[in-house]
């Protein structure tokens, strides 16, 4: 896989580094003939054979009853266990609370979804084509803007150690998109864009006066009581207790990378864990908090590109929410991060009743092959757990 395509799949996945998994081919078991809390440890377990040093994951079934699982180590030196509340980096899960506090906002007629970015940002999206007099909000978060994503990354262990602690500004980040042309006309298209995001979270700076991080904080974190959900700014280290994130660069070149600064620091640095990123997404889809018409809204979805179906097999992306095929029948709603090591995908149905998310503390391969297997095994643990699947009966 050439770099250009390794790039160009971690940007669609909202990773701010190369996303990889190290994997052979997953052996299907037979359905059915476990309990639910049987097949999570089975799917969890798998996961860690694929080579992913640390998995946890974590189901909340109806009524709020919770399975738990983990396998793996939190650490290669010390092989001590991966933990069940271990913290990990939200990544672009995160999207998710910047796309709910924007409808907050659109309901309370502060804002408008029809809005263009230059209303509120005038002459902030221009050059080479890119005209912010065309874009509105709903664009910007539904992926289709049509503005270019140049995010820094890294591809190699030399260049992680360059590089993990620059601190680039949203304007740094958005002056590097505007140095490209459109990928496609304002409407027109599908491309995962992370810099539409860094320029919501600027919108929601110009509409409310306080950074998106404080207004997260305030409208979601706080009143759902998601205290191990935080916004560590520009701060390379993650609260305790934890499973360190590693990197497979290359045959026999696993690194820690664990110590970083997230690129697109004000989007991308929310910590969490499988707790509170189940609460969150049953919240939302249970009505907690949206009114049914900014909900229906953030439910109206368009396909992925075609990159991207790779990834997610029938996915179709609405506003800051995935929406992915159950095996069983119907859909469900998610939106997976990585960044750094750390990959997790989640699901929720549709009335917020259950939910699953899965964490994983290491990215390894680096072949597109890799990249799909490890994507394919965890969205399995998250298929299975929302099918609630149970034992056959003689």
């Given at each position: 896989?050439?770099?250009?395509?390794?790039?160009?799949?971690?940007?669609?996945?909202?990773?701010?580094?190369?996303?990889?998994?190290?994997?052979?081919?997953?052996?299907?078991?037979?359905?059915?003939?476990?309990?639910?809390?049987?097949?999570?440890?089975?799917?969890?377990?798998?996961?860690?054979?694929?080579?992913?040093?640390?998995?946890?994951?974590?189901?909340?079934?109806?009524?709020?009853?919770?399975?738990?699982?983990?396998?793996?180590?939190?650490?290669?030196?010390?092989?001590?266990?991966?933990?069940?509340?271990?913290?990990?980096?939200?990544?672009?899960?995160?999207?998710?609370?910047?796309?709910?506090?924007?409808?907050?906002?659109?309901?309370?007629?502060?804002?408008?979804?029809?809005?263009?970015?230059?209303?509120?940002?005038?002459?902030?999206?221009?050059?080479?084509?890119?005209?912010?007099?065309?874009?509105?909000?709903?664009?910007?978060?539904?992926?289709?803007?049509?503005?270019?994503?140049?995010?820094?990354?890294?591809?190699?262990?030399?260049?992680?150690?360059?590089?993990?602690?620059?601190?680039?500004?949203?304007?740094?980040?958005?002056?590097?998109?505007?140095?490209?042309?459109?990928?496609?006309?304002?409407?027109?298209?599908?491309?995962?864009?992370?810099?539409?995001?860094?320029?919501?979270?600027?919108?929601?700076?110009?509409?409310?006066?306080?950074?998106?991080?404080?207004?997260?904080?305030?409208?979601?974190?706080?009143?759902?009581?998601?205290?191990?959900?935080?916004?560590?700014?520009?701060?390379?280290?993650?609260?305790?207790?934890?499973?360190?994130?590693?990197?497979?660069?290359?045959?026999?070149?696993?690194?820690?990378?664990?110590?970083?600064?997230?690129?697109?620091?004000?989007?991308?640095?929310?910590?969490?864990?499988?707790?509170?990123?189940?609460?969150?997404?049953?919240?939302?889809?249970?009505?907690?908090?949206?009114?049914?018409?900014?909900?229906?809204?953030?439910?109206?979805?368009?396909?992925?590109?075609?990159?991207?179906?790779?990834?997610?097999?029938?996915?179709?992306?609405?506003?800051?929410?995935?929406?992915?095929?159950?095996?069983?029948?119907?859909t469900y709603w998610s939106h997976e991060g990585g960044d750094g090591g750390y990959i997790t995908?989640?699901?929720?149905?549709?009335?917020?009743?259950?939910?699953?998310?899965?964490?994983?503390?290491?990215?390894?391969?680096?072949?597109?092959?890799?990249?799909?297997?490890?994507?394919?095994?965890?969205?399995?643990?998250?298929?299975?757990?929302?099918?609630?699947?149970?034992?056959?009966?003689?």
């Open positions: 896989m050439t770099s250009a395509l390794r790039k160009h799949l971690a940007i669609a996945l909202g990773i701010v580094t190369l996303l990889a998994a190290e994997v052979g081919t997953a052996v299907a078991q037979p359905a059915g003939r476990l309990s639910p809390a049987g097949q999570l440890r089975q799917d969890t377990e798998a996961i860690h054979a694929l080579g992913v040093s640390g998995v946890q994951a974590r189901v909340v079934a109806p009524g709020g009853r919770e399975s738990v699982a983990t396998s793996g180590t939190a650490d290669l030196n010390t092989g001590r266990p991966v933990r069940s509340d271990g913290y990990f980096r939200m990544a672009s899960t995160s999207k998710t609370l910047v796309a709910t506090v924007v409808l907050q906002l659109d309901a309370e007629n502060r804002l408008s979804l029809d809005d263009t970015v230059d209303h509120w940002l005038p002459g902030v999206v221009r050059g080479n084509g890119n005209d912010g007099s065309r874009i509105t909000i709903r664009q910007l978060l539904q992926h289709t803007s049509g503005i270019h994503d140049d995010l820094p990354g890294y591809t190699t262990p030399e260049e992680y150690y360059q590089q993990r602690h620059i601190v680039y500004s949203p304007e740094q980040l958005v002056a590097r998109a505007m140095a490209h042309a459109p990928d496609f006309p304002p409407g027109e298209g599908w491309n995962y864009s992370n810099t539409g995001y860094a320029l919501l979270c600027a919108i929601i700076r110009k509409a409310t006066g306080q950074p998106a991080h404080q207004e997260i904080e305030d409208r979601v974190l706080r009143p759902l009581g998601l205290n191990h959900t935080r916004w560590r700014g520009t701060s390379p280290t993650l609260p305790r207790p934890h499973a360190k994130a590693y990197q497979l660069f290359g045959p026999g070149s696993v690194v820690d990378v664990t110590d970083q600064i997230p690129v697109d620091y004000e989007n991308l640095s929310f910590v969490t864990t499988t707790r509170d990123e189940n609460a969150f997404l049953r919240a939302l889809l249970a009505g907690r908090l949206l009114p049914p018409r900014q909900l229906a809204e953030m439910k109206h979805t368009v396909p992925v590109s075609a990159e991207v179906q790779q990834l997610w097999p029938g996915g179709r992306y609405g506003l800051g929410l995935a929406e992915r095929p159950l095996s069983c029948g119907g995908l989640n699901g929720v149905t549709d009335d917020g009743g259950r939910s699953a998310v899965v964490s994983m503390s290491e990215a390894r391969g680096d072949t597109l092959e890799h990249i799909l297997a490890q994507e394919k095994a965890a969205s399995a643990l998250i298929d299975d757990a929302l099918c609630a699947r149970v034992p056959n009966t003689p």
